[in-house]
């Protein structure tokens, strides 16, 4: 007989989303999200999506015998631990793309802020002291040079930005961009340390892995060009902000602006916030209405796709590895999907 599947969703999303998923099947929210929780409302979960926050470990999968798909409403997948869900047969999908404007555009803004002295401004209009304008002085972006680690989506969307500002654009990645793109934005693959010496700017936008936690800490820094500022719109432990912190007392870093931190939400004693040299926003760079609603409808099309037994259009782990464990496991496979 027919079985309507059961989604779990950790997370409320634009109704844009939201919508797709209730026609799809019998959404539950999550009323926590705790371990403990969390494990007992898994256990008859078809799909199960998910934001930032909730650790999707291999023990809360092991809770939920029937789970085909993990979908994340948004890019970095970090807390979902890959591996355990490919070797449990369940199809991880996220949502690349949907808010690369977004969070490009809140890194050009983080750019601009910083060059022009805005956290000191404001306070110092706050506190009256007015004729501080004199002595904090910005600089103009074209002639710049912005070197952007990690050069992919996000990546290059913010070099498409700065480059129609007049700056130079040099970047670090694993892998070198197209020719094309390369000679249309002229920018220059550089190996890391090259980058920061050169650097007015630096803006981290790789994901969270162990090749690039911590990437930026008190060696690094030591590297770029001293009172150069340096953005983090990607994941808080690729920086390390007590070596920023130290790196701003000593004039090395002229500012920093930030997205995203070690620990979030960060603790009160954290030793960034607070400060006039930094830029800080609480993990909202993706919050567009266009970029929310390209998260919500790209990550609920995705689930059903699977739940369907269709191949996803972003998938993270490999269908074809997927398929594999499943086999071996003795699961259904996935094509035999629901009649969604
Ligand atoms: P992407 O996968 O398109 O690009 C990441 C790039 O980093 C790739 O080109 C990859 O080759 C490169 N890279 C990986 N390891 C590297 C290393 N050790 N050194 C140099 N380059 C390396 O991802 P994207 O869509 O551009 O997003 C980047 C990251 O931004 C995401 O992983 C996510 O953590 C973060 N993000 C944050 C927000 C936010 O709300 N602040 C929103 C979206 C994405």
Partial sequence: ????????????????????????????????????????????????????????????????????VIGRHGVGYDQIDIPAATERGIQVVYTP?????????????????????????????????????????????????????????????????????????????????????????????VSLDHLLGEADIVSLHVPLDDSTRRIMNARTIALMKPGGYLINTCRGPVVDEY?????????????????????????????????SDCLLTPHSAAQTVEGLINMARGVAEDVIAVLRGQLPANPVNNPDDVAASRARLGKPPLTDGFPI
């Fill in 97 to 189: 793309g949907a808010n690369v404007i977004a969070v490009a555009e809140h890194a050009l803004a983080f750019a601009i802020g910083l060059s022009k002295h805005f956290p000191q401004q404001m306070l110092a209009l706050r506190e009256g002291r007015y004729n501080d304008r004199t002595k904090l002085v910005g600089f103009d972006l074209p002639g710049r040079t912005l070197g952007i680690i990690g050069f992919g989506r996000i990546g290059r969307r913010l070099a498409t930005l700065a480059h129609a500002l007049g700056m130079r654009i040099l970047y670090n990645d694993l892998v070198a961009a197209p020719l094309k793109l390369e000679t249309h934005l002229g920018a220059h693959r």
């Fill in 243 to 275: 070596a920023v912190a130290q790196a701003l007392d000593s004039g090395q870093l002229g500012g920093y602006a930030a997205d995203v931190y070690d620990v979030e939400p960060p603790p009160a004693d954290h030793p960034l916030i607070g400060r």
């Fill in 1 to 68: 007989m027919y079985r309507r599947p059961t989604i779990l969703s950790l997370t409320t999303m634009r109704e844009e989303g939201m919508s797709l998923l209730r026609a799809a099947g019998d959404l539950h929210m999550a009323s926590a999200l705790t371990p403990e929780v969390l494990q007992r409302e898994i256990q008859n979960a078809d799909a199960l999506v998910v934001r930032t926050a909730g650790t999707i470990d291999a023990a809360l999968m092991d809770a939920a015998p029937k789970l085909r």
